[in-house]
């Protein structure tokens, strides 16, 4: 092969190949993501940045608004995602990402956002009312979407709660339960959802101060659409409507004799998870005006019984006033985890989750070892002009190899990118056989180097650039 040289000269990007010294300034704008990186999303700004796990660092800007400096760079066309009240990820199963959002009585849906180019594209169909307002999202398989709604703005709030099934291919939405399907208890502000097996679904309920209406944690019939009271996760039993054949059948108390003991909270429940069998939901609770904290509890799928695995909880004594802490074995006092959300299970049994309120965290914890671990602190690498509010909602593990200049995927940017590079720019679009014929495992956009949807010859002198640094 013939010998390059390339060197890159300070912040200025001055390229030296072949003797010839080429200037390259632009910040690429192509995807820079590999598999089992984390994807988090800011709802209030709507920016979606792919995290390395192993190191902490933000790998790339995957959509949104660059919050790394105050350059106003925007990666991906369509409708900006922020300001939205609840943003929630799940991926795809061809590696594209989806955003459910709402940002209020007007603006709210299920959005696919590009994996390699960052585009946004609002979903047909999910922004009709029974999309209203927002919640959780999950891919249920590579057709079937699952979220939850509830009718935040309705008078009095909340109103009733629902699961909705979306097919990715139809464009059709279907209500799971909620909204007349399905026999139990009314369901109100279902935030977190997750499925315990295949034929049943967890949902967890939010119980905000300014409009209590108590929340628990239900089971739901995937095929039936029934509810069945599991858990009581605040600390009073709650009355809810009974709903038999889509009609109402009187009122029910729940949490009074049933619904398991064990630590409580008195605000959020955004998220639930379940790992092993084991499910646990991210709570928080709030003692003093500014005073918030939170933890993940587990609970007993046979008797619905709470645990406090780590952070604070309360004592489910009548008061809401006791707090009970839960220190991981690695740590010498009690985490400040300030509403948990995005619970997830990573690639290696453990629990991933942000916190919502918090700096910009995102946390690791063994159910094994009770083991807690701060894989990564955006605060730290973002501009401090959006650290107020940056509030990270959504969380997601990447499954696709794109990172620019790395055009044969082995994980490196070098001179053996070259010959793949040189196959790209040959091969014919839009299949670009003769790439894949050649690298059938890749991405033939990791060519796009300057990230504008084409590969060509203006890719050539990012390309360089990019194996200079």
């Avoid at 009312?129 to 979407?145: Q, R």
Wanted: glycine share 12%; net charge negative.
């Amino acid at each position: 092969m013939q010998s390059h040289c390339v060197a890159a000269r300070s912040s200025s990007r001055l390229v030296l190949v072949a003797g010839l010294l080429i200037a390259w300034s632009a910040v690429p704008l192509a995807a820079q993501t590999l598999p089992g990186d984390y994807l988090v999303i800011s709802r209030s700004y709507g920016t979606v940045y792919s995290v390395d796990p192993t190191t902490g660092l933000i790998r790339g800007l995957m959509s949104g608004l660059e919050l790394r400096d105050q350059s106003g760079t925007i990666r991906g066309d369509g409708d900006a995602l922020s300001g939205s009240f609840r943003t929630s990820l799940a991926i795809a199963q061809d590696g594209d990402f989806l955003a459910r959002f709402g940002q209020g009585e007007t603006s709210f849906g299920l959005a696919s956002i590009s994996a390699a180019y960052g585009h946004r594209t609002v979903l047909a169909g999910t922004t009709e009312p029974a999309w209203f307002e927002c919640g959780h999202v999950i891919a249920l398989d590579d057709a079937t979407v699952l979220t939850t709604a509830d009718d935040w703005y309705t008078e009095p709030p909340p109103g009733e709660g629902r699961i909705l099934a979306y097919d990715l291919e139809l464009a059709t939405t279907t209500v799971v339960t909620g909204a007349g399907i399905g026999d139990g208890p009314a369901l109100k502000l279902p935030r977190g959802l997750a499925q315990l097996d295949a034929q049943t679904l967890l949902v967890a309920e939010t119980d905000l101060q300014t409009f209590p209406s108590g929340a628990g944690l239900f089971m739901v019939d995937q095929q039936t659409g029934d509810r069945t009271f599991l858990s009581r996760l605040t600390p009073w039993p709650f009355t809810r409507q009974v709903i038999i054949d889509g009609q109402p059948a009187g009122e029910v108390t729940l949490g009074d004799d049933e619904g398991g003991v064990g630590p409580v909270s008195n605000l959020q429940a955004r998220s639930v998870t379940v790992i092993d069998g084991r499910i646990v939901v991210g709570v928080a609770i709030k003692l003093l005006d500014e005073s918030y904290n939170g933890g993940l509890l587990e609970i007993d799928p046979a008797t619905g019984d709470r645990t406090l695995l780590v952070g604070q909880a309360l004592v489910d004594d009548g008061t809401a006033q006791t707090v009970v802490s839960a220190v991981p074995a690695n740590w010498a006092t009690v985490p400040f985890l300030d509403c948990p959300i995005g619970l997830l299970e990573t690639d290696i049994g453990r629990l991933a989750f942000t916190c919502l309120f918090e700096s910009g965290s995102i946390f690791e914890y063994d159910l094994a070892t009770n083991e807690l671990f701060e894989i990564a602190d955006l605060a730290t690498q973002l501009d401090p002009v959006f650290l107020d509010g940056l509030q990270l909602s959504g969380l997601a593990i990447s499954r696709v190899h794109f990172l620019a200049g790395d055009v044969n995927c082995d994980g490196e940017i070098n001179g053996f990118d070259i010959d793949a590079f040189i196959v790209a720019l040959q091969s014919t679009p839009p299949d670009h056989a003769t790439y894949y014929a050649v690298y059938p495992d890749c991405h033939v956009e990791n060519a796009d180097c300057n990230g504008d949807g084409l590969i060509n010859g203006f890719d050539i002198n990012v390309f360089v650039a990019l194996l200079g640094a």
